[in-house]
């Protein structure tokens, strides 16, 4: 038992730290670093949505309107409160007619 409780301890650490530091490569101006940290944590932790989201910006930012769709719409399906994810989901797919 106590190594199961280590092993989670361990990986929620580690997506945290993922996360984390996709935000610092993002705030950094280091878009696709950010992104490459984002992947690893949504590799850890498929369902959360705030990776989603943040990636979604990133990839909007960098022009993949396909792969910034695909994300606000997995932010959403795990977070169907976040207004923020809605409204990007509606921008890009205004901007592509």
């Known amino acids: 038992m106590r190594a199961i409780l280590v092993l ?17 490569a993002a705030y950094r101006g280091n878009l696709q670093e950010a992104v490459r940290h984002l992947t690893q944590a949504l590799e850890q932790n498929p369902s959360n949505a705030d990776a989603y989201l943040l990636r979604g910006n990133l990839y909007k930012a ?5 792969k910034a769709i695909a ?6 399906k795990f977070d169907p409160h976040n207004v923020e994810s809605y409204f990007n ?3 890009l797919y205004a901007e592509i007619g």
Do not use: E, K, N, W
């Open 71 to 76: 994300d606000f719409t997995q932010a959403i």
């Open 89 to 91: 989901h509606g921008v």
């Open 8 to 24: 989670l301890a361990i990986s929620v650490f580690a997506f945290a730290d993922a996360f984390d530091d996709g935000m610092a």
């Open 62 to 66: 960098l022009g993949d309107r396909a």
